[in-house]
């Protein structure tokens, strides 16, 4: 018997496009991924370094629950240079990665029909978290016509006394629009608790990403090395909360996981300490393949949604295609070879809508374009 509440779990639809995406190649077809959500960059060489020097050290056992003293102190340092705020190790959880201090975060905050305040489209994998807790997702669209901008005045609208917490994310997935300070001082204002996913931070090529700890030292921020420095297999992240959920959050921790691997954690202090160059590089060359994205999309006839100056996606407006994305994502992948996800991953509001990930090499962007616009072509004639 499967549980209801797995059963209430939707798949997150770009893996079910990555998965029929290694199908046709192991057909032999060469498929360009512009789908997936993960930097194409190997993690930085120091990070190996540290990696495999915290192996042949013996480095192999559990760490403390909380995470690697050393890191939680390098976090605090990272957080007080990066953004000028000043928080204490014991405010920190290291966890494997982002995805699990979404958990304990939500686990924390969260009695059975509480309500979790999203944006749609937001990314696809909240709704599910907040499911899995037995809260409510609370929705608050947000329009092309307005730059896909999550504001304040409208996320107050749907405070009610059941609401647990509001979501943000900026730089954001699927957008990469940021929300600007303005903005996030409205949202630190509004009395709920706010959960900042600051993972695309760092990734910002026109302006600066400001952290929700700037406004407010009443939020959770959750955060990790996946995107930044290109550390997506060592699965390593952390939430900074306020002291009094630390507790309670490290008993989730301790039973659900038990900690964060112990090699990743001294991987990610040397991607603290000395990664700084390999990250300028690698922000250099995503600023030049989203440039070029951005004006090849929009010569194809698509129209770039929001402002996209973080992460690594641009969100389309492809309605004069389809309103059906996964098809049309699907009819792109079978005929073109190439992967997009479909905008409905993210939330109705997004239906219509195509997501281009440009972490993928400049040449392999041009090939997949080029393949988009004969896919295009060939639509016109039929
Ligand atoms: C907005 C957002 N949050 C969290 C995650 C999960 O990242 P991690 O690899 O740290 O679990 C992702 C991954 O794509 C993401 O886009």
Not at 46 to 62: D, L, M, P
Request: proline content about 5%.
């Amino acid at each position: 018997m499967i549980s209801e509440k797995s059963k209430e779990i939707t798949p997150f639809i770009v893996m079910e496009v990555l998965e029929r995406a290694s199908e046709l190649e192991k057909q032999g077809i060469n498929v360009i991924h512009l789908e997936v959500g993960e930097p194409d960059f190997d993690a930085p060489a120091c990070v190996i370094e540290a990696a495999n020097k915290a192996g042949k050290e013996g480095r192999t056992h559990y760490t403390h629950s909380l995470g690697d003293p050393e890191l939680r102190e390098e976090l605090c340092k990272y957080y007080l240079q990066q953004y000028g705020v000043t928080i204490s190790p014991d405010q920190i959880i290291v966890t494997s990665g982002t995805s699990p201090a979404i958990l304990l975060a939500l686990g924390v905050l969260c009695n059975p029909g509480d309500e979790v305040i999203l944006s749609d489209p937001g990314y696809a994998c909240y709704p599910n978290f907040v499911r899995f807790v037995d809260a409510k997702a609370v929705k608050v669209p947000v329009y092309e016509e307005d730059g896909f901008q999550y504001r304040a005045e409208n996320i107050a609208t749907k405070i009610t006394d059941r609401t647990r917490a509001i979501l943000i994310n900026s730089p954001m997935n699927p957008t990469g629009n940021l929300l600007s300070p303005d903005t996030l001082n409205e949202i630190a204002n509004l009395p709920t608790t706010i959960i900042s996913d600051e993972i695309y931070h760092g990734l910002v090529y026109s302006e600066r990403a400001h952290s929700i700890l700037e406004y407010t030292d009443k939020a959770f921020v959750l955060n990790g090395f996946s995107k930044l420095f290109a550390m997506t297999g060592f699965r390593l992240g952390y939430i900074i909360a306020p002291k009094e959920y630390i507790r309670p959050m490290q008993k989730l921790q301790q039973n659900l996981f038990i900690c964060a691997g112990s090699t990743a954690q001294k991987a990610g202090i040397a991607a603290l300490r000395h990664a700084a160059s390999d990250v300028e590089h690698m922000k250099t060359i995503y600023n030049e393949r989203r440039l070029f994205i951005t004006k090849r999309l929009q010569e194809l006839g698509f129209k770039i949604c929001g402002n996209p100056t973080g992460a690594f996606y641009v969100l389309v407006n492809a309605k004069h295609l389809s309103n059906d994305s996964y098809k049309l994502a699907f009819d792109i992948l079978e005929k073109a070879h190439v992967g997009v996800t479909p905008g409905i991953d993210f939330g109705e509001n997004a239906e219509g809508y195509l997501r281009f990930s440009y972490a993928n090499s400049l040449e392999n962007i041009k090939e997949g374009l080029n393949r988009l616009e004969v896919y295009l072509n060939n639509r016109e004639q039929h």
